[in-house]
């Protein structure tokens, strides 16, 4: 069956635009999430959906970064005013509910800020 | 906050030869997992261990979890080109979905 999938691939900004990147999870996986890798770094949790209950914001490292999921399909992450240090791997998982299940994670995406 | 140091964090080695990395915690693990991660890709999860002692095998692969649950290693036999990627070991917290992930240990395997 598919897996995460996630676009743009590869994503090249200006330093104060504003980004979008989408996350299709696996089908039926309730539970979402978003980690931000940085060069050289382990992953870092930003933001956890699971069914139609508030998100967990509790890893987002600014208001710049917002994230929102439709039901349980489709995920945005948003990065307004985009610095250089916003330059990373963004990666989306999902897993079937949220009580440590295996997390299967998309191909990310690489995200450069000039 | 729990950190995972993992080491070598580079590792450079000619096909055929074995390898050991490490991964050890800050604090007592609640759930260990290993991943792979090739360039391009997301991590893929290997292994996950819960019980202090324990040792599982994956083909080559062999990973161990310390008696204290603070420390583990993976140890590949007889590396071969496919085994070339990033190793991440992560917790997930007790009753949490985050994962703490360490920075990996970046395998390249030479033919």
């Known amino acids: 069956g598919a897996g995460v999938s996630q676009s743009p691939s590869n994503k090249v900004t200006e330093k104060g635009k504003d980004v979008e990147l989408r996350c299709d999870p696996i089908s039926g996986h309730t539970a979402l999430y978003w980690y931000r890798q940085r060069l050289g770094q382990g992953l870092e949790f930003l933001i956890y959906f699971q069914g139609n209950s508030a998100p967990d914001k509790s890893g987002l490292p600014s208001d710049r970064f917002s994230a929102e999921r439709t039901g349980e399909s489709v995920s945005t992450l948003t990065i307004q005013r985009t610095q250089q240090e916003d330059s990373a791997v963004y990666l989306c998982a999902s897993s079937l509910d949220g009580s440590k299940e295996t997390q299967y994670f998309g191909p990310g995406t690489r995200l450069l800020v000039l | ?111």
Do not use: M
């Open chain 2, 1 to 111: 906050t729990q950190l995972l140091e993992q080491s070598p964090q580079f590792l450079s080695i000619q096909e055929g030869e074995n390898l050991t990395v490490y991964c050890n915690s800050s604090s007592v693990f609640s759930s260990l997992q290993w991943y792979r991660q090739e360039p391009g890709e997301g991590p893929v999860l290997l292994v996950t261990v819960v019980t202090g002692g324990e040792v599982k095998k994956l083909k080559r692969l062999t990973f161990q979890f310390g008696d204290a649950r603070k420390d583990s290693s993976l140890h590949i036999t007889a590396a071969q080109p496919g085994d070339t990627g990033l190793y991440l070991c992560a917790d997930s917290g007790a009753g949490s979905y985050q994962l703490t992930f360490g920075k990996g240990t970046k395998l390249s395997v030479i033919p």
